[in-house]
């Protein structure tokens, strides 16, 4: 069955640092795959999405993410976070022509 | 600026009642989706609509039925709220060409208290 990993619940990072998240899928095709970001009592805002091409995708707010075929790996990335990026952030695939599995989200704390 | 609009951002309502949950989007997308959030347990789907009329079960249904009168517009009805249907409800739409690979916009949320 097609399913979607965040291995974290919750991450911290000091302000200024780097980051990843994590995001693993498990699907038998190519997948479209999709980072949101959801801020605390709020909707959930696209990132950014790979469906073919460049296995780097650019997003809105300075964020990346790397598909990796051989590792069924979408990991999102940001060289600096900023305080303004604490939020929950979900990996989702894209399983049909409407559906998607969600991860279970990765809370981002920032240390100041 | 394209969005999809749910009527309410806060909802009380007492045990047994009616309650209806409105969703209006203008970007003329063919799906639109129910899930409810809550903590720990992440989204989960509860009845999506991919044309005007036509609805399907997720994977929470029980407890809630839906409308979509026209293409615009999902609603998600509580037909007896109970306090276990106390959650953060979000709708979202996407079109349907392209095969999904366009993802979904989300409204800002519903979130509704049960008491």
Known sequence: AQSVTQPDIHITVSEGASL??????????????FWYVQSPGQGLQLLLKYFSGDTLVQGIKGFEAEF?????SFNLRKPSVHWSDAAEYFCAVSVNNYQLIWGAGTKLI??? | DVKVTQSSRYLVKRTGEKVFLE???DMDHENMF???QDPGLGLRLIYFSYDVK????GDIPEGYSVSREKKERFSLILESA??????MYLCASSPSTGGN??????GSGTRLTVV
Do not use: D, H
């Open chain 1, 20 to 33: 990843e998240l994590r995001c693993n899928y498990s699907y038998g095709a190519t997948p479209y795959l």
């Open chain 1, 68 to 72: 990796k075929r051989s590792q069924s």
């Open chain 1, 110 to 112: 920032i240390k100041p």
């Open chain 2, 23 to 25: 969703c209006v989007q």
């Open chain 2, 34 to 36: 129910w899930y409810r």
């Open chain 2, 54 to 57: 036509m609805k399907e079960k």
């Open chain 2, 82 to 87: 109970s306090t276990n249907q106390t959650s």
């Open chain 2, 101 to 106: 690979r366009y993802g979904y916009t989300f």
